[in-house]
């Protein structure tokens, strides 16, 4: 491998225009928007999304998750994978031609601002190949200027998601999140300048496991031979086999690949090479020699999009999404948790009551800001038992950590141990804790 052999072969993809890349660019639009606009949009006082790290706390779209919702992030890595899955084993690795953060920032700005300064594909590989000169220099300088400016950009709007946007891009954030950016900007630098097809030859983990989720079923860019070979010039387009050898699908490759020898693990499908020949092919008024398909397809038969695995990764991400959405809709949008006072397992007051001590903590998850948000405490389990305690009122995202005091006389005739039940409300809903509370019988029966 030229990466680990200490050479660098150089790709010059050639721009292509066609209507896979047409719809390319609109997935690029899309998802530039989701990373450059979303953190910027505010749903009910809160980011549309933001990872709050340090107070452990997901904002998505007007709701507030924290670590209790640990099994709603769960289910999100699930149906994202299986997802994968789903869709790898349907059409393939649209997601590397499309979607993937590598191929969509090398597309959609690297690639022109490298064809803007420095030239054409064949421009580029003659400078390269040819001696220094001042012209090969300040163009080199220029690019890998904006390169840099590019990929801190990029690192800026990725950390907005964990920052705060507004924070981050007013010079508001912490030096931590400024350092990060720092090393997420040399990192996209890297790549963008040197390493870029090798990540996907080499380091990225899709590549190599994407192999076990397609089959004769799945749609892959390939290269129909039985109509292309023999080749020959524009004679044999006519007469016989209709490629031409122009090479051009070889030209427009960002993997520097040949897809004329058959599927290949660098393929990331993104068609450039089925728009090329769909161009040359129109000259001769014959069908591109290249086209998505399935291997299935190929070879006569009738394709076959719902088979055993295609079902069972729907079917799971039926059941994943279902149970994601059943707990979503029955969650409340505070946190309670309930705990005994550390030390302290119950006493004897000088008034005759026993007490036990606890600490329950309220957090307030509503991203509503309008208002405070009150919070009642009912205790269930002892009748006539005294409570101690107050109603809170907390702001959007406030915690606060209360004493909850719970005394019953000394001659109570009760268990050692007795399960009780607290009941937090707020206006519109209620979490029910369930504790114990301990009185000096435990003693008696020790003695015994």
């Not at 904006?146 to 946007?165: E, L, N």
């Not at 000259?283 to 190929?298: N, R």
């Not at 305690?389 to 006389?409: G, H, Y």
């Amino acid at each position: 491998m030229a990466i680990f052999a200490g050479t660098r072969r150089w790709v010059y993809p050639m721009a292509v225009d066609g209507h896979f890349q047409r719809l390319r660019r609109i997935a690029f639009a899309v998802l530039h928007f989701i990373l450059f606009a979303t953190p910027w949009i505010m749903i009910r006082g809160n980011p549309a999304l933001r990872f709050d790290l340090e107070a452990r706390r997901l904002y998505a779209f007007g709701a507030t998750f924290t670590t209790s919702d640990s099994l709603l992030l769960l289910l999100l890595l699930l149906f994202l994978a299986f997802s994968l899955f789903f869709f790898t084993s349907l059409f393939g690795r649209l997601w590397c031609g499309y979607s993937c953060p590598q191929t969509v920032f090398l597309e959609t700005w690297i690639r022109p601002l490298e064809e803007f300064i420095e030239g054409s594909w064949s421009q580029r590989r003659r400078r390269d190949q040819a001696p220094w000169t001042l012209d090969r220099a300040w163009r080199k300088a220029a690019k890998w200027s904006a390169f840099a400016v590019v990929s801190f950009i990029v690192a800026m709007a990725f950390m907005s998601f964990f920052a705060g946007a507004r924070e981050l891009w007013t010079g508001r954030a912490g030096p931590t999140e400024y350092a990060l950016v720092g090393i997420f900007a040399l990192a996209w630098f890297w790549d963008f300048a040197w390493f870029r097809e090798q990540f996907c030859n080499f380091l990225c983990p899709y590549a190599r496991f994407q192999s076990a989720l397609v089959d004769d079923e799945s749609l892959l860019v390939q290269y129909d031979v039985s109509r292309g070979e023999p080749r020959g010039g524009k004679e044999a387009a006519i007469a016989g086999g209709h490629c031409v050898s122009c090479n051009k699908c070889v030209t427009v490759c960002p993997q520097g690949i040949d897809i004329r020898n058959g599927f290949q693990l660098e393929c990331i499908a993104c068609a450039a090479c089925v728009d090329a020949c769909t161009d040359v092919m129109d000259h001769f008024g014959h069908e591109s020699l290249i086209t998505y398909a399935t291997l299935a397809e190929a070879s006569g038969r009738k394709p076959h999009p719902f088979r055993l695995r295609t079902v069972v990764y729907g079917g799971l991400l039926i059941a994943i999404a279902g149970a994601w959405i059943t707990i979503v809709v029955g969650r409340t949008p505070f946190e309670a948790v309930v705990s005994r006072m550390p030390g302290s397992l119950f006493t004897v007051d000088a008034d005759g009551f026993l007490r036990n001590t606890y600490l329950l903590r309220i957090t307030n998850n509503d991203p509503a800001t309008t208002e405070n948000k009150r919070f009642h405490v009912q205790v269930e389990g002892i009748p006539d038992a005294q409570v101690l305690t107050q109603d809170v009122e907390l702001a959007s995202t406030e915690s606060r950590t209360l004493p909850l005091i719970i005394r019953v006389p000394v001659n109570e005739k009760l268990p050692r141990t007795v399960p009780i039940q607290v009941h937090v409300k707020s206006a519109t809903d209620e979490i029910v804790l369930d504790a114990t509370f301990k009185t000096e019988s435990v003693l008696d029966e020790d003695r015994q």
